[in-house]
């Protein structure tokens, strides 16, 4: 199993770009999420998805959108960059029926925004 | 909206001393807390969790307590040895557990030997 995969690991924007983070899991969970971790700030939930179908706001969803293309993958879409969303981002998954709730993350993607 | 406070930001000990980080949570109806572990460069990894039934867990070296009353729960780490250096992420569950999480801020420890 190659667990949670992230494309791509690092990007660089121009101010005002567009661009899609991918992310995929091949454990079959329902709840899928979206971070960004900025220094000293922890992990801040950005989105997240408690089944295939639905998405929710965390704390952090201005200037993004999501899509949960199917049940293994979820997309984080930037629609027009902003140096304020250079971070690193972290997809993450967890089977939220399951005794065990523990949330599996992704390799990241580290952007930054020129 | 729901929030989780950790202390200190940063942590240095001596190898072999013990180690204790704490969190506080706002929302009375989170009942799952988990530790992450960040090596520099890595992606967060689970060290221990705790449901809200249950006051504290261990697993070697490593325990958990929690204090719902209080919204209090705390990693302790004994024997500490440098492999142990990283940073350290409480979380709470927003309401009930399986959902989203709320991280602190993390906790910079350093074990020097």
């Known amino acids: 199993n190659a667990g949670v995969t992230q494309t791509p690991k690092f990007q660089v924007l121009k101010t005002g770009q567009s661009m899609t983070l991918q992310c995929a899991q091949d454990m079959n969970h329902n709840s899928m999420y979206w971070y960004r971790q900025d220094p000293g700030m922890g992990l801040r939930l950005i989105y997240y998805?408690?089944?295939?179908?639905?998405?929710d706001k965390g704390e952090v969803p201005n200037g993004y959108n999501v899509s949960r293309l199917n049940k293994r993958e979820f997309s984080l879409r930037l629609e027009s960059a902003a140096p304020s969303q250079t971070s690193v981002y972290f997809c993450a998954s967890t089977l939220s029926d399951s005794p065990n709730y523990e949330q599996y993350f992704g390799p990241g993607t580290r952007l930054t925004v020129t | 909206g729901e929030n989780v406070e950790q202390h200190p930001s940063t942590l240095s000990v001596q190898e072999g001393d013990s180690a204790v980080i704490k969190c506080t949570y706002s929302d009375s109806a989170s009942n799952y807390f988990p530790w992450y572990k960040q090596e520099l460069g890595k992606r967060p990894q689970l060290i221990i969790d705790?449901?809200?039934?249950?006051g504290e867990k261990k697993d070697q070296r490593i325990a958990v307590t929690l204090n719902k009353t209080a919204k209090h729960f705390s990693l302790h780490i004994t024997e500490t040895q440098p492999e142990d250096s990283a940073v350290y992420f409480c979380a709470a569950s927003r309401g009930q557990a399986g959902t989203a999480l709320i991280f602190g801020k993390g906790t910079t420890l350093s074990v020097s030997s």
């Open positions: 705790i449901r809200s039934n249950v």
């Open positions: 998805s408690a089944s295939e179908g639905t998405t």
